[in-house]
């Protein structure tokens, strides 16, 4: 299908969402279904054209709490059966779930036992490996110990391991192929339903009526009436909420975020054949590795402590280039782990701007100006949520809406699939950042 820019009416819309990454394509599609008469507005070319063309895509399930493990495990069997939903509304190219299984090394900071014991509450199939199975499985992987993560300038990078790591493998996990692709799949689904996209156009200002939001601006003069506004804006996220004059009572703040993801050569026996190996997060070394077509494998870092955050203030400055110094850390990194890997003298690969949470947990809720909800501060690991996402919001709004206190009650999500139950005062403004929260973009 293709979406046709419209013709917005002084009639407006029942929700506007600004932002068609694969979070707003995914609430666009969740209200449109709903039956509300829904608005997507994004300053860019198409639906996934900004953070989301630059994610790696990949589903796992390891999360630090039961709600981000619970949300992760409902999400997988969306993609799973992804040619349905929303595939089967909007023909055309479908993007593809690969189940590869994910191996979580045994790193200090990954909490594998902790892991294991929310994976048996949410009911996500594993496997404990010790190092002679890692080594038997992953064929040519060090299964060394080289904690903590050090620069690769270092010269105790190179010291000898500390004895042996093992891992944690979940079968079910894997990634998505194209997800540029998905969140069109959800757009061109949100469209066949009503949904209407603005694609090129900018909102410059947010109209209330007395304590509640009342419709957006656009650059070109446009006015969009509206009494739901949902920001999905991504790395603009933060600076749409000072516009709309909200989140002076969020405890949790976002900034953008800059990060790089490397495409290498895969290292030899790295997968069978024609099939992919497993993806690999790696805390030991503070990296992780994702199989990608044509013999490739994808190389993202997971944020360790030696490695400063590249926080920027204006997301459309950010370079789309890989710098030669994070291509050097990561792609090194991940040849210490693989030592058949090949580490190209020039770099290859992607960058991309999220809206980095502090506690690195994204925020889906509603605001204190009434019809104002956000699904933000999604710090590049909220991609496998998507589909999830899109029912949280809309359930969050039907019941708002209709008069229940989400702040005092939080409303809880009952999963279809897994039968689990959600809490989605989890992913509350108001939340405290508490011990257990995230330390790093794994979650």
């Known amino acids: ?80 059966n992804w040619a349905s939903h929303p595939g089967g509304c909007c023909g055309g190219p479908v993007a593809a779930f690969h189940r590869t299984g994910a191996v979580l090394l045994d790193a200090p900071d ?11 509450r949410a009911g996500v199939p594993y496997e404990r490996w010790d190092a002679a199975t890692l080594r038997s499985r992953v064929p040519g992987i060090d299964a060394g110990r080289y904690w903590p993560p050090k620069p690769v300038h270092d010269d105790a990078f190179f010291a000898e391991p500390a004895g042996e790591l093992g891992a944690l493998f979940t079968p079910d996990a894997g990634f998505v192929d194209d ?56 790395p603009w996220s933060g600076a749409f909420n000072r516009m ?19 495409q290498v050569a895969a290292p030899r026996g790295y997968g069978a054949g024609d099939a992919f190996g497993p993806v690999l997060a790696d805390l030991d070394l503070g990296v992780y590795l994702r199989p990608a077509a044509g013999r490739k494998v994808l190389v993202g870092g997971t944020e360790p402590a030696c490695d400063p955050l590249e926080w920027i203030e204006d997301p459309d400055a950010s370079s789309p280039y890989p710098t030669p110094g994070r291509f050097a850390a990561q792609v090194t990194r991940a040849a210490r782990r693989f030592p058949r890997l090949t580490v190209p003298n020039r770099p290859t690969g992607i960058s991309g701007v ?65 039968g689990n139950v959600i809490n989605l005062g989890a992913f509350s403004r108001k939340r405290p950042v ?6 790093s973009v794994m979650g």
């Open 1 to 80: 299908m293709t979406i046709q820019e419209p013709d917005v009416g002084p009639a407006g819309a029942d929700a506007v969402v600004v932002g068609a990454g694969v979070i707003g394509a995914a609430v666009a599609f969740e209200l449109a279904r709903g039956g509300r008469r829904v608005v997507v507005i994004d300053k860019t070319g198409g639906a996934g054209h900004g953070s989301t063309g630059a994610s790696s895509a990949v589903i796992r399930f390891n999360y630090s709490t039961w709600d981000g493990v619970a949300t992760a495990w409902e999400a997988r069997h969306h993609w799973e």
């Open 110 to 120: 990954a909490g594998t036992a902790a892991v294991a014991a929310l994976f048996d």
């Open 179 to 234: 997800p540029q692709l998905a969140a069109q799949n959800l757009a061109d689904a949100a469209a066949g339903l009503g949904a209407r996209f603005l694609f090129h156009r900018t909102v410059v200002g947010v109209d209330r009526c007395a304590d509640r939001v009342s419709g957006v601006r656009l650059a070109d003069g446009t006015r969009i009436a509206a009494r739901v506004v949902v920001n999905a804006a991504g």
């Open 244 to 262: 709309a004059g909200v989140g002076s009572e969020f405890t949790v703040g976002v900034r953008p975020l800059r990060q790089e993801v490397h």
């Open 354 to 418: 999220y809206d980095a949470a502090d506690d690195w947990t994204p925020i889906y809720d509603r605001t204190d100006l009434g019809g104002f909800y956000v699904a933000m501060g999604t710090s590049g690991n909220q991609f496998k949520n998507a589909p999830l996402v899109g029912r949280f919001l809309a359930t969050l709004i039907d019941r708002v809406e209709a008069g229940h206190d989400h702040d005092r009650s939080p409303v809880r999500y009952l999963g279809d699939h897994t």
């Open 434 to 439: 508490t011990q257990g929260s995230a330390r």
